[in-house]
């Protein structure tokens, strides 16, 4: 399933990392079309590259929708991966 946090990810605050992110906001990511496009699969270095390349703006959502915007469905796909520091 795609929108399942790694196993091994550390929880935040005592819970799942992706919480972070209110519910109403995490479920219009997922519904999202570049979560499912484009987000899907993704490691932490093809996170960091479509940052660097693609990203335009930073914010949460736009619109009258509040469609969430591609930096916070990053975000959002960093938290579910949690990569390794350093």
Known sequence: ??????PLARAVH???PQ???????RQKIYDSH???EECFGL???????KSATQL???GGS???NNKPTRFI?????MLQIQPEDG
């Open 62 to 64: 736009y619109g009258p």
């Open 1 to 6: 399933m795609a929108n399942v946090t790694d």
């Open 43 to 49: 490691s932490a270095s093809d996170v960091t590259e």
């Open 14 to 16: 005592g819970t799942n």
């Open 19 to 25: 919480n972070l992110i209110e519910y109403i906001t």
């Open 34 to 36: 570049y979560w499912k």
């Open 73 to 77: 469905c990053l975000i959002c796909k």
């Open 56 to 58: 335009q703006t930073i």
